[in-house]
C-alpha cells in the first residue's frame, strides 16, 4: 500500500512538473520586499495566475523600495530588464521614453472604470497600470474645528486660500498646538512634488508648462508661482508650520500627539488618527484660486521593452486587475483601490467606510504630476527651491534658478520627446 | 587645590585616565545607543532619544524587534553573503597586491615607476564615474561553470568580488610598508641562494603583520559597507548583502527600533573581525622580533 502511494506521489510529481514545464517563464520585478502583507498578496495573486491557466508561470523578484528604481536603472543599461515591472506613476514616461518599457497591450474597456490617476500613459498609448491608488487630505479633528468655530470644508465647498489661512491663524492664536499646520517638511524626495506642487497648481502655477512640457518659463516662475512662493515661505517664516528641521517622529507622531492642529497627510497615515481620534476628518485640499487639487498616481504594472512575451505580461497584469485583488491590497496596506466596484468590497473605502472620503477625493480633486521623461528631474529641483524657500531664499531668485535648471536639463535631453 | 606637577603623579594619572574615559565613553555611545534602542518598542524608542534613557535598558524591554527583523528580511542569508563576499575578497586582495608591491619594491624591471604611478592615480578617481563602464564589462563577461559556458556576471558572488581584488590604497600601503624593511634581510637571503617567491613568503610577509592587519581592516570596512555596486549588479535576493538589504526596514512607516535591531546584528561580525586583528596585529609584532 505504501508503494502504491509512493508510486502514485512520484507520477502526479512528474504530472504536475511536466506542466510546469509546460508553461513559459515569466520574470517580474517589484518595489516591495520588506513589507511582508504586500509580498504575501502579490504571492496569492502570481500562484493565483499560475494555477489558471498553462501557458506562463510568473517568478517575481522583490526589491526594497529605496533601491528599486536603481536597480532598475542599471539593469536597464546592463541589458537584464525582466518582463514584468512595476513603476511609480511619475516615473513611467522616463522609463518609456528611454526604452525601458513598451506599450501595455491592455484592452481599455479592461481599465474604463479605473480611477485617472492609476492609468499611465505617455505618448498617447498606455504603458502601465495600477492597482491602487493614494490621496492626500488635510487631516484635524471635528473637536478642534469646533472648538476654533471653523466650518467644515465638503468637497463640494472646500475652504478657500483665505479660510484656510483663517483655520490656521485661529489655531495658532489659541495656543493649543505647537504649531497649527504640519506640512510634512520631514518627509524628503518624492513627497515634495506630490504633495507640495498641488498647492502651486491650485494657485494657477506648475512645474513645467505642462501645454508644450519645453519650458518651465512661466508656470513656474510667473505671477501664480510667485503668489504661491510667497504664501509658502509665509508659512514658517510667520511660525504656523515646522520647517525642514522637522524631527521625523514628529512628523510620525505630532498630529495623534496633539502638536499640530491641521497635518498634510496620505491615506497611508489615516488609520493611525483614526485609531486615536474618533473624530477625525479628512478634509479636501484648500482652493487658493485655480480649484482644489491633490496628487496622484502610485505604483504600477508594465511590461519591459526587452521582453520577449508582452502578452503573457499582459494577460498576468490583466488577471491582477481584479477586483478582489485591487480590494486585498487595499485591506492589506490601507491603498485606495483603483476602482468604485473594489472600494465597496473592501473594508476601508466602501461607501460610508472610514476612509471612503479619499477614494472621493480622487476621484474629485487629483491631478497626475507631470507626464514628462524630465520629471524625474524637474522633481528634485522643485524639491530643493521649496525647501530653499521655506529656509528664507529669496522667492524670485529660488524660483527663477529652478526654471533655469529645468530648462537647461530639457534642452540637453532634447525636449524628452515632446 | 591640588595643582598638576611632576611630583604629582597620582592626579596626572587620574586626569589621564578620565579623559580617556570620556572619550571612550563618547565614542561608544552610538553603539549603545543602538543596541538599547534595538531593546525598545517605536514609541519608547523616540520618547527616549530626548533623554539619557536613550542610552538605558530601560522601560518595556524585550527582543521582540530582532523577532520583527527576521520575519521581515533574510537577515542570516544577508550577513553571510556580505562576509563571503568581504571574507573572500579580503584574503585575496591581501595576495595579489601585496604580490605587487612586493614586485614594485624589490623586483627590478623597466616601468615599474610609471605603473606604481598610474595605479596610484587611481586613487583619486571616485567608483561612481566608473560604475557603469563597470556594468557594461561585468555583464558580459563570459564564465564557466556547471551550467557551461554563461554570458554576464550579474547575480552572482564573483561579481561583488573580482573588481575589488585589486586596488591602489592596498597596495599603495604595502608599497610603503616593504620600502621601510631592512634590505639587508633582503640581500642576504639573496646571497643564501634564496628564490624571489622563497622571501615573499618567508621573509617579507612575516615581517608585514602590522600593513596587512591595517590594509585587511580598511578593505574589510570598504567591502562589508558596499552598497551601490551591489545594487547595480545583483538583482537576486539570494545573493543581496548587508547594506542593501538595509533598505527592507525602510517602508513608509519606520520601524526604528527593528532598524535598530539589524543594524545590532549587522555589526557582529565588523567587531569580530575587529577583535581577530587586534591579536593578529599584537601576535604579529611579537613574532617577527624585528623592532622598528
Redesign the interface.
Known amino acids: 500500500m505504501k508503494t502504491m502511494q509512493i508510486l502514485s506521489g512520484a507520477a502526479l510529481a512528474a504530472l504536475l512538473g511536466s506542466t510546469a514545464m509546460a508553461q513559459t517563464e515569466l520574470t517580474m520585478w517589484y518595489h516591495g520586499a520588506g513589507n511582508q502583507v504586500e509580498a504575501d498578496i502579490i504571492n496569492q495573486i502570481i500562484a493565483d495566475f499560475n494555477a489558471s491557466q498553462s501557458d506562463w508561470a510568473v517568478r517575481i523578484e522583490s526589491f526594497p523600495q529605496i533601491a528599486y528604481n536603481d536597480s532598475v536603472v542599471a539593469a536597464a543599461l546592463a541589458g537584464n530588464l525582466p518582463d514584468i515591472l512595476d513603476v511609480d506613476g511619475p516615473v513611467m514616461p522616463n522609463w518609456a521614453w528611454a526604452g525601458y518599457m513598451q506599450p501595455l497591450p491592455l484592452d481599455a474597456a479592461v481599465i474604463a472604470d479605473f480611477l485617472p490617476g492609476t492609468k499611465g500613459y505617455w505618448d498617447g498609448q498606455l504603458y502601465s497600470i495600477g492597482l491602487w491608488d493614494a490621496a492626500v487630505a488635510l487631516v484635524t479633528r471635528q473637536s478642534t474645528l469646533d472648538a476654533l468655530g471653523l466650518r467644515r470644508p465638503t468637497l463640494d465647498a472646500p475652504w478657500t486660500g483665505d479660510e484656510f489661512m483663517a483655520a490656521l491663524d485661529a489655531a495658532k492664536a489659541s495656543g493649543d498646538y505647537e504649531y497649527a499646520f504640519d506640512a510634512g517638511m520631514a518627509w524628503t524626495g518624492e513627497w515634495y512634488p506630490y504633495a507640495f506642487s498641488p498647492f502651486l497648481q491650485s494657485f494657477g502655477g506648475d512645474i513645467v508648462d505642462r501645454t508644450t512640457y519645453a519650458t518651465a518659463e512661466g508656470a513656474l516662475n510667473g505671477e501664480a508661482a510667485m503668489a504661491f512662493g510667497e504664501w509658502w515661505q509665509g508659512l514658517f517664516a510667520n511660525g504656523y508650520a515646522p520647517g525642514t528641521s522637522q524631527d521625523p517622529a514628529a512628523r510620525d507622531n505630532g498630529f495623534i500627539e496633539g502638536r499640530y492642529a491641521f497635518s498634510w497627510n496620505g491615506n497611508w497615515a489615516a488609520l493611525g488618527a483614526l485609531n486615536t481620534f474618533e473624530d477625525t476628518l479628512f478634509l479636501p485640499a484648500p482652493d487658493f484660486g485655480n480649484g482644489p487639487v491633490i496628487g496622484a498616481a502610485s505604483w504600477q504594472f508594465g511590461v519591459s521593452a526587452t521582453s520577449a512575451h508582452p502578452d503573457g505580461a499582459a494577460a498576468f497584469i490583466e488577471f491582477a486587475l481584479q477586483d478582489e485583488y485591487l480590494a486585498a491590497f487595499s485591506n492589506g496596506i490601507g491603498l485606495i483601490p483603483a476602482t468604485a466596484t473594489a472600494a465597496a468590497m473592501t473594508e476601508n473605502y466602501a461607501p460610508g467606510g472610514p476612509m471612503a472620503v479619499f477614494f472621493d477625493l480622487t476621484a474629485a480633486q487629483a491631478l497626475v504630476r507631470p507626464v514628462t521623461p524630465g520629471y524625474v528631474v524637474q522633481a528634485k529641483v522643485f524639491e530643493k527651491a521649496l525647501a530653499d524657500i521655506a529656509n528664507g531664499a529669496d522667492v524670485a531668485d529660488a524660483l527663477d534658478a529652478a526654471v533655469d535648471e529645468i530648462n537647461t536639463d530639457i534642452t540637453r535631453n532634447g525636449g524628452y520627446g515632446h | 587645590m591640588a595643582t598638576i606637577n611632576p611630583d604629582n603623579h597620582g592626579l596626572r594619572l587620574i586626569l589621564r585616565y578620565t579623559v580617556l574615559t570620556l572619550i571612550a565613553v563618547i565614542f561608544v555611545f552610538p553603539l549603545v545607543f543602538m543596541v538599547m534602542s534595538s531593546l525598545k518598542p517605536d514609541?519608547q524608542l523616540?520618547a527616549d532619544?530626548s533623554s539619557l534613557r536613550a542610552f538605558l535598558p530601560v522601560g518595556d524591554i524585550s527582543l521582540n524587534n530582532y523577532v520583527a527583523a527576521f520575519?521581515?528580511?533574510p537577515v542570516g542569508l544577508f550577513v553571510m553573503n556580505s562576509v563571503i563576499v568581504t571574507g573572500v575578497t579580503v584574503v585575496l586582495s591581501l595576495l595579489v597586491c601585496s604580490l605587487a608591491a612586493f614586485s614594485f619594491v624589490f623586483l627590478n624591471w623597466r616601468g615599474r615607476g610609471v605603473i606604481l604611478s598610474v595605479i596610484l592615480a587611481t586613487l583619486i578617481v571616485p567608483f561612481e564615474t566608473i560604475a557603469?563602464p563597470l556594468?557594461?564589462i561585468?555583464?558580459k563577461l563570459p564564465w564557466i561553470g556547471a551550467e557551461g559556458v554563461t554570458i554576464?556576471w550579474?547575480n552572482s558572488y564573483r561579481v561583488q568580488i573580482v573588481p575589488f581584488i585589486a586596488d591602489g590604497l592596498t597596495i599603495f600601503l604595502f608599497v610603503q610598508y616593504f620600502k621601510d624593511l631592512p634590505g639587508e634581510l633582503i640581500e642576504a637571503a639573496r646571497v643564501e641562494g634564496a628564490s624571489w617567491p622563497q622571501i615573499y613568503r618567508r621573509i617579507v610577509m612575516p615581517l608585514a603583520g602590522p600593513v596587512i592587519a591595517t590594509a585587511a581592516i580598511l578593505k574589510f570596512l570598504v567591502m562589508y559597507n558596499q552598497y551601490l555596486w551591489p545594487?547595480?549588479?545583483v538583482?537576486?535576493?539570494s545573493y543581496r548583502p548587508v547594506m542593501?538589504?538595509l533598505?527592507?526596514?525602510?517602508?513608509?512607516?519606520?520601524a526604528w527600533g527593528e532598524i535598530m535591531a539589524y543594524l545590532s546584528l549587522i555589526t557582529v561580525p565588523v567587531l569580530a573581525f575587529y577583535l581577530f586583528l587586534q591579536r593578529a596585529f599584537i601576535a604579529s609584532i611579537a613574532s617577527t622580533g624585528v623592532k622598528g
Not at chain 2, 533598505?247 to 519606520?254: A, D, H, K
Open positions: 514609541q523616540l532619544t520575519d521581515r528580511a557603469i556594468l557594461l561585468a555583464s554576464g550579474l545594487l547595480m549588479v538583482q537576486q535576493e542593501v538589504g533598505q527592507y526596514f525602510f517602508q513608509l512607516n519606520r
